[in-house]
C-alpha cells in the first residue's frame, strides 16, 4: 500500500456567475499569500468546474482534500461558512447544497464506490447571495475569502506537514 503525500485545495465553481466564483477567489488567494505564508510541498492548488470525473481525478490519491464551492442554503445567511469533513461523516441530507446540478455529495458517492476517495476530505460550502451571470462576488461573499484562505491554510498544517520538506 503507497503512503499517500499530497494535499489538493480545490476551488469549485464559475467565476461568471458572481457568487458561484468564490471557490477560485480562494485559490487566487491562496496562490496570491504563497509568496509569504507557503503551503507544504506536495500541495496542488486548483480549480474546477463541478464535474464529479474531475473533482476525483483532482483529489483521488491526497491524503487529504480541500473543497472550497458555492453553496445553497434555506434560509441562506450570505457570506456564512459551513464545513463538513467526511471523516467526521456526512449527514444524509446536508442543509446546503452546491450551486451546480450535481452536487459534492454525488461526487463523493461516486468516488466512495469506486475507491477513489482522499484520505481525508474536508469541505467548506460558502453561502452565496448572487449566482447570476456576471463577475466579481458580492460584498458578504467576498468578506469570506481572506478567512477562509487562512482557515485553509490552517486546516493542511493540521495535517502534520504531509509532503512538507524541512
Known sequence: ?????RIAVIGVGNE????????QAVIARLRERADTRPLPTG???????????RLIGLWE?????????????HPARPGRVHRLALDEGLPDRPPTTSSHGLGLGE???LARILGRLPGRLVVYGVEGADSSLGIGLSTRVEATVEP?????????????????CG
Do not use: K
Open 43 to 53: 500541495t496542488v492548488l486548483a480549480t474546477c468546474d463541478g464535474d464529479p470525473a
Open 61 to 73: 490519491g491526497a491524503a487529504l482534500a480541500v473543497v472550497v464551492d458555492a453553496a445553497h442554503a
Open 16 to 23: 461568471f456567475r458572481h457568487d458561484d466564483g468564490v471557490g
Open 1 to 5: 500500500m503507497s503512503v499517500r503525500t
Open 107 to 109: 461526487a463523493v458517492e
Open 148 to 164: 477562509l484562505a487562512g482557515d485553509i491554510e490552517d486546516e493542511v498544517a493540521r495535517q502534520g506537514g504531509v509532503g512538507a
